[in-house]
């Protein structure tokens, strides 16, 4: 596609429920990034993919997020057991190259709400 | 761990003024800055990208750049209009990650 797809852009869950973050990268991107971004906050790093290799996952924050790309383009984010404090707009970006230089596009993200 | 600050938090200019939005950061061993734009509910659009060993770079109306070893930026954006309105981040490139700032919240008046 033409640019970073993320779906769905808006989830509202209860308290306690699982949730599934999907993201598409731009066509042919190597790197995949994902952030969390808390009202009136910047994006918070969260991790990194190369390929399907996740080579860091120190920003998530807990052992209840879990992301996965098995086949080096989709991407799934997942929270188990969610809480309020989840509540934010989780953001994918994905970049050409494995080049640190590389600028990273960014998709419009997923609203996620946590009753 | 890297700090980005960016002041004014909000700002509110009219019409046709020019913007000067300010961003530091305390770890200089950066690859990149980019400056972002953000419209309520939307995600990050990519402004402009100022490699490490770059001092400026320009796209139109915008002006970006860089003192890397006193932690700096400055985004210029000339001329404003109404369209302008939007949070500006600011973000340094570390390894693997961009580090943010909390953004300048604009609104350009009529």
């Known amino acids: 596609g033409a640019g970073v797809s993320q779906s769905p852009r808006y989830k509202v869950a209860k308290r306690g429920q699982d949730v599934a973050l999907r993201c598409d990268p731009i066509?042919?991107?190597?790197?995949l990034f994902w952030y969390q971004q808390a009202l009136g906050q910047g994006p918070e790093f969260l991790t990194y993919?190369?390929?399907?290799?996740?080579?860091?996952k120190s920003g998530l924050p807990s052992d209840r997020f879990f992301a996965e790309r098995p086949e080096g383009s989709v991407s799934t984010l997942k929270i188990q057991r969610t809480q309020q404090e989840d509540s934010a707009v989780y953001l994918c970006?994905?970049?050409?190259?494995?080049?640190?230089?590389?600028?990273?596009?960014f998709g419009d993200g997923t609203r996620l709400s946590i009753l | 761990k890297q700090e980005v600050t960016q002041i004014p938090a909000a700002l509110s200019v009219p019409e046709g003024e020019n913007l000067v939005l300010n961003c530091s950061f305390t770890?200089?061993?950066?690859?990149?800055l980019q400056w972002f734009r953000q419209d309520p509910g939307k995600g990050l659009t990519s402004l402009l990208l100022?490699?490490?060993?770059?001092r400026e770079q320009t796209s139109g109306r915008l002006n970006a750049s860089l003192d890397k070893s006193s932690g700096r930026s400055t985004l210029y954006i000339a001329a404003s209009q109404p369209g302008d309105s939007a949070t500006y981040l600011c973000?340094?490139?570390?390894?693997?990650?961009?580090?943010f700032g909390k953004g300048n919240q604009v609104v350009v008046i009529p």
């Open positions: 100022i490699q490490s060993s770059q």
């Open positions: 770890d200089s061993a950066i690859y990149n």
């Open positions: 066509s042919g991107h190597v790197s």
């Open positions: 973000a340094v490139k570390g390894n693997n990650r961009l580090a």
């Open positions: 970006a994905s970049s050409s190259s494995r080049g640190p230089r590389e600028p990273q596009h």
């Open positions: 993919f190369q390929n399907e290799a996740q080579l860091d």
